[in-house]
């Protein structure tokens, strides 16, 4: 096998440079990708910067990739060389323990994240076979990337909580997730309402899908939404003020995160407890509901809106991400 050729942080919030490694023999499970293209998530950027401990470093990011199938493992049976594929957050996942058997493999207790391992900015990359999801046909796979984790995230609690088209959902954050959860809640035909601290996206966000826009930060703007929604998922990983939110849910209202806030939400019982509202978290999803979101995807032209840059000008990618103003996901071209 010829080396791989990626990208890596070699420290704690270092830029990234040009680093090449030896991938060994491809496991009996595994498939390679030829990648087309990767997109940027905040998780990247928090991963180069270890701000949840644990990163190793050469570090390579990149958990959005689609591509090509260059190799098959010699127990790889259902995919084959030449088809396009897309891999998000999970690499690998151990198949035998319960959330594995119950077909919640991104919660696996010995999985591999992506960029714990080798991740996607580089020309190639080894997954377990059940992570290399096939692109269905009609898919744009230039934009697909950022559906394997900014799309997962956001269309999984879709289906863990329960969302029904006769919902009012409120969106917070209209970024890279957040415009993907406003086409995908408009689709499922709920009443979509998107938060945001950027009131110039108006019209965009009605062309998404948003019903109506309320300013995330306008404590009254937010009051006067008392008792209207079932469902609010926020995507943001700042503090907003909480308790403020949970009062815009009916009762048996749920409020969902996806976002790592990093401070505690402080959100008092009695907003829990009169009306049984209820705060939860969402993680990613399996590759079953990867495939089933991309089929949701075809079916109703949803898309990410992307930002190119070539996978040469990846640390240009991640200052743009982190100026806040790219619309609204980066995706690094090879
Ligand atoms: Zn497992
Ligand atoms: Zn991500």
Redesign the pocket.
Known sequence: MTDINAYAATEAGGSLAPFSYDPGLIGADEVEIKITACGV?H?DVSMINNDWRGSRYPLVPG??VVGEIAAVGSGVTHLKVGQMVGVG?TSHSCQHCSPCLSGRQQRCQTGTSTIAGRGGFADRIRVQHIWAVPLPDGIDVKSAGPLF??GITVFAPFLDFDLKPTDRIGIIGIGGLGHLAVQFANAWGCEVTAFTSSMDKEDELKALGAHRIVNSRDDAAIKAERGYFDYILTTVNVSLNWPLYMRALRPEGKLITVGIIPEPMGIPANALVGGARMVAGSDTGPPDMVAKMLEFCVRHDIKPMIETFPMSECNAAIERLESGKARYRIVLEN
């Open positions: 998530c998780s958990h959005e957050w984790c900014g």
